[in-house]
C-alpha cells in the first residue's frame, strides 16, 4: 500500500521514505535554491552595484518586475495547472527558466537596465511561479489528505529555506566576482543551475502521476484560460477558509511589502555597521538568514499549532505576533532589531502562508486547484506591488519613516478583522 492509500496521518520522518514524495521535495529544493540566487543576485546588481544607482521609485519598479509576473501568469498558469500534465509542466517550466536566467545574466553583463532586463526578470519570475504552482497543485497527489497539512509545512518550509541558502550563495559569489557588472552576471548566471537541476528531478516522474485526475476545461485552450480567474475566485469564494485565509494573508503582504522597501533604503543609506551586524548588502544578508530562521520555526510550529488551536487561532496568532514586531522591534529603526523583526514578521507570514497553502489544498477540489493558487498568487503580488509603489511615493531616501511602518502595523490589525468577518461564512460544521 503507499502512503497515498493511508488514511492515517504520517509524519515527515515517514512521508520522506516515499519514492514520490521525496522526488517532489528535490524538485522543489532545486527550483527554490535557483529563485534564492537569481533574486539575490539581481537584486545586487540593481541596488548594490556601483555602476548603477536605485532612488524609492526604481526600487519600487525593481519590486514590479519581480513580482508581477505572478500576476501575469497567474490566469495563465490556473487554467494550464489543471488542464496540462503537470509533470510536463514542471519539466519544461524549468527548461525555459534556465534560459530566461541566461539571458537575464547577459544583460546585467552588458549594462542594460530598465526595460530590457525588467522584461527578462518578469519572464524568469513568471516562469518560477508557474513551477512553484504546479508544485503545490501536485502535493496531495503523493500524500494522503491526512497529511497535507503537515507535508506542505515541511516540503514549503524547507523550499524557503533552501531560497535563503542560494541567496546566500549568491552574496558569496558576488564576493568572488565582484560587485561590477561582469560580477553581477556571473552570480545571476548561477541560477540557472537550480532550475536545470529540478527539470532533470521532475523528468523522472511517471507520466500523470501528478495529476490532473479530472479535467474541467473547455476544449478549446483558450476559452480555458480565459476563464482561469474567474474559475479561480468561483471555487475560492465557495470555501470560507480560503476566502478568509487570503484576506489576513493580504494584509501581511501590503504590511511586508512597506517592510521591504523600508529596509533595503536603511540598508543602503541609513544604518551603519554595529558590531556583528552589517548594513548594505551583508546586512540584508544576515536579515535574510534571520527570515529563513523563522520560516523554518514556523515550519515546525504550523502544523501542531493548527491541529491543537485551529486554523482560526494560529492565524490570529500569527496577525497578533507579525503587527507586536513591526511596532515594538521595526519602528526604532535601529539595526539589531530590525534584524530581530525580520525573524518574527517573517516567521508569522510563512505560518499564514502554510495556513492558506492546507486550506486550498483540503478545501478545493483537485480539478480547480491550479486556478485557486492561481489566484492566490496573482492578488498575492498585486497587494505588495501596491504597497511598495504606494510607499515609494512617500518614503525618502534614507529610508527612515515612522510613519510607514505604523501604517504597516495598522495593516495586520485590519486583516485580523476582515479574517474574522469572513469566517462567518464558513459551515458550522467545517473544521477550523
Known amino acids: 500500500m503507499t502512503i497515498s492509500a493511508t488514511t492515517e496521518r504520517i509524519g515527515p520522518k515517514l512521508l520522506v521514505r516515499d519514492r514520490e514524495f521525496r522526488r517532489l521535495l528535490y524538485t522543489r529544493f532545486a527550483a527554490q535554491w535557483g529563485d534564492g540566487v537569481y533574486r539575490a543576485g539581481l537584486a545586487g546588481a540593481v541596488l548594490f552595484n556601483p555602476e548603477r544607482a536605485a532612488d524609492p521609485l526604481a526600487i519600487a519598479e525593481g519590486f514590479a518586475v519581480l513580482l508581477l509576473p505572478y500576476s501575469v501568469v497567474g490566469p495563465f498558469a490556473g487554467a494550464l495547472l489543471d488542464r496540462w500534465d503537470r509533470r510536463r509542466v514542471l519539466v519544461f517550466a524549468n527548461l525555459l527558466r534556465v534560459v530566461a536566467i541566461l539571458a537575464s545574466a547577459a544583460a546585467v553583463a552588458t549594462g542594460l537596465g530598465g526595460p530590457g532586463l525588467f522584461s527578462l526578470a518578469l519572464l524568469a519570475e513568471g516562469l518560477s511561479r508557474f513551477i512553484g504552482s504546479g508544485l503545490s497543485a501536485s502535493l496531495p497527489h503523493v500524500v494522503p489528505a491526512s497529511s497535507v497539512v503537515s507535508a506542505n509545512a515541511f516540503a514549503t518550509t524547507l523550499g524557503s529555506a533552501l531560497a535563503v541558502v542560494g541567496g546566500g550563495c549568491a552574496i558569496l559569489l558576488r564576493a568572488v566576482f565582484g560587485a561590477d557588472n561582469l560580477g553581477s552576471a556571473e552570480t545571476t548566471a548561477f541560477a540557472a543551475l537550480g532550475a536545470l537541476v529540478s527539470a532533470l528531478i521532475a523528468r523522472r516522474f511517471t507520466r500523470g502521476v501528478l495529476g490532473p ?220
Not at 501590503?254 to 536603511?266: E, K, N, P, Q, W
Not at 499549532?305 to 522591534?329: E, T, W
Not at 510563512?350 to 489566484?375: H, N, P
Request: aromatic fraction near 8%.
Open 213 to 432: 485526475t479530472v479535467v474541467d476545461e473547455p476544449p478549446n485552450p483558450f476559452l480555458a484560460v480565459a476563464r482561469g480567474l474567474a474559475d479561480g475566485a468561483r471555487h475560492a469564494w465557495r470555501a470560507p477558509s480560503v476566502t478568509a485565509g487570503f484576506i489576513a494573508l493580504f494584509a501581511h503582504r501590503a504590511a511586508y511589502g512597506i517592510s521591504l522597501l523600508v529596509t533595503v533604503l536603511l540598508m543602503r543609506n541609513y544604518f551603519t555597521d554595529n558590531g556583528i551586524f552589517r548594513a548594505g548588502l551583508p546586512g540584508l544578508g544576515q536579515m535574510a538568514a534571520l527570515a529563513g530562521a523563522g520560516i523554518l520555526v514556523a515550519g515546525l510550529l504550523t502544523a501542531r499549532l493548527i491541529r491543537g488551536f485551529g486554523r482560526l487561532r494560529a492565524i490570529l496568532g500569527a496577525l497578533l505576533v507579525a503587527a507586536i514586531a513591526q511596532s515594538a522591534l521595526g519602528l526604532p529603526m535601529v539595526l539589531p532589531l530590525a534584524l530581530l523583526a525580520s525573524f518574527l514578521i517573517t516567521g508569522a507570514g510563512q505560518m499564514l502562508k502554510l495556513c492558506v497553502d492546507s486550506s486550498i489544498q483540503l478545501d478545493v477540489a483537485d480539478e480547480a486547484r491550479g486556478r485557486v493558487f492561481a489566484l492566490y498568487d496573482t492578488l498575492f503580488n498585486i497587494t505588495q506591488v501596491a504597497a511598495v509603489a504606494i510607499g515609494a511615493v512617500f518614503i525618502p531616501d534614507n529610508g527612515y519613516s515612522p510613519g510607514l511602518m505604523i501604517a504597516a502595523t495598522i495593516c495586520y490589525f485590519l486583516g485580523g478583522v476582515g479574517y474574522l468577518v469572513a469566517r462567518r461564512r464558513a459551515v458550522p460544521d467545517r473544521p477550523n
